[in-house]
């Protein structure tokens, strides 16, 4: 199992940005998927979760601007980024549980994507 995340770039505050997550391998089923940021000289954070059946689980910090999908039958999953802060300047990374609903802890997911780095300018 490989997880590629992307679509990362420079942006102004308020904009938008997509990041994807494509997933390598014939398992994708059976995994929900979950992104997480680390902002710099932070501890990474749990940004949100999606299961196989588009269950969906977010951050309280995030009120409403993210998004995550998956379309299945591309093994890709999708974190749409509306009204850009600075302070969402992070790498952001994809990474993938067999862990069931809203799975927060690093320990739980099994795969981990390289990161792309996202920077919101003011």
């Known amino acids: 199992v490989q997880l590629q995340a992307s679509g990362g770039g420079l942006v102004q505050a308020g904009n938008s940005l997509r990041l994807s997550c494509t997933f390598s391998?014939?398992?994708?089923?059976?995994?929900?998927i979950g992104w997480f940021r680390q902002a710099p000289g932070k501890e990474r954070e749990l940004v949100g979760v999606?299961?196989?059946?588009?269950?969906?689980y977010y951050e309280d910090f995030l009120e409403g601007r993210f998004t995550i999908s998956r379309v299945n039958a591309e093994n890709t999953v999708y974190l749409q980024m509306n009204d850009l802060e600075p302070e969402d300047t992070a790498i952001y990374y994809c990474?993938?549980?067999?862990?069931?609903?809203?799975?927060?802890?690093?320990?739980?997911?099994?795969?981990w994507g390289q990161g792309t780095l996202v920077t919101v300018s003011s």
């Open positions: 999606i299961s196989w059946g588009r269950q969906t």
């Open positions: 391998g014939t398992t994708f089923y059976r995994y929900n």
């Open positions: 990474a993938a549980t067999m862990t069931s609903g809203h799975a927060s802890a690093e320990y739980e997911y099994l795969y």
